[in-house]
């Protein structure tokens, strides 16, 4: 992605707090409880190689690397610490009645966020890498895990654009040397609103926005997942597929422009409306609601966490548009 000078992340930033009437985020990201949406400006959801090498050194940052222990030892950001993602189970993410990425109890949440010297003050910077033939979903694996600490309580999370391989491309400093960490002791208040449950989309069908976040051809039924082996989405449901967030080079595509995309899809002036985004298991659900609340400042946006995968067990789906 083409680098912004300061002057236009401000007017971007300008524009989109008064477009959204300076609306709180609704998970956190701001700056502190009840900032505008930052969109891709400095120190936002979504922070630039360049923000993060000029900040790198301060006090309040802890940057997670979430790949593998193999990657992070071949060479990882300075500083950064490795709590790899990994399918299915992990810090991050847990199975529960063979539903996969499903959340961990909070105590097992606070558990590795105390033994990474996390506190409530904290601004995290989740690092990724790109999409391989190998791990085709890493870009948005940093969503996820950005939506679990906003969930524990973590106030300001960002995830670094282009991952460690754009930081790495640029020549910046790699080490191998692996940061002391001093642990702390990390309680909150979990964000239990912004997962729900089938029973809960069950009942609200009809009278919410319910967003499918895999591709489009799945959502038709023309591509069978083998999560969920019946073809077709929920009914009501509205397609918003979580590629169409990022760049071809894996970058995320301006405020603007992700604005313009939610809008075609769901029309103007939603931000208080409830919207529930789903998808195969829970990963693209949570990159298209990360957009939503952390750079575009939807106000009532949830998580259905067991996606199609659960739905399909028990209820219909709907093939075509």
Known sequence: MKKRIFWFSTIVLLIVSLMFNSVAFACGGGKGKGGPPEGKGPGGPVVSTEWLANNIK??????????????????????????????PFSAWLTMEDDLLLEMPEKEDLFDFMSAAGLKKGSHVVIVTSLPTPENPYAIGNANRAANTLIYAGVEKVSILDGGFDKWA?????????????????????????MIVSMEYVEKKLGKVILLDARDYEVYTGEVIEPYAPVPGHIPTAKSLPAPEI??????????????AIVENVIGRNKQNKEIIVYCGVGG?????????????????????????????????MVVGE
């Not at 659900?285 to 400042?297: H, S």
């Not at 106000?299 to 219909?316: F, P, R, T």
């Open 58 to 87: 301060k006090g309040n940052l802890v940057i997670i690397d979430i790949r593998s222990e193999e990657e992070y030892q071949a060479g990882h950001i300075e500083g950064s610490i490795n709590i790899p993602y990994i399918v």
């Open 169 to 193: 491309a640029e020549g910046r400093f790699v080490t191998t040397e692996v940061p002391d960490v001093r642990p702390s002791k990390y309680k909150s208040k979990v964000k239990d609103e």
């Open 246 to 259: 990022w760049n071809e080079d894996w970058s995320y595509k301006s405020v603007n422009e992700l604005k």
């Open 284 to 316: 693209y659900a949570n990159c298209v609601a990360f957009v939503l609340t952390e750079m575009l400042g939807y106000k009532n946006v949830k998580i259905y966490d067991g996606s199609a995968q659960e739905w399909s067990k028990y209820n219909e």
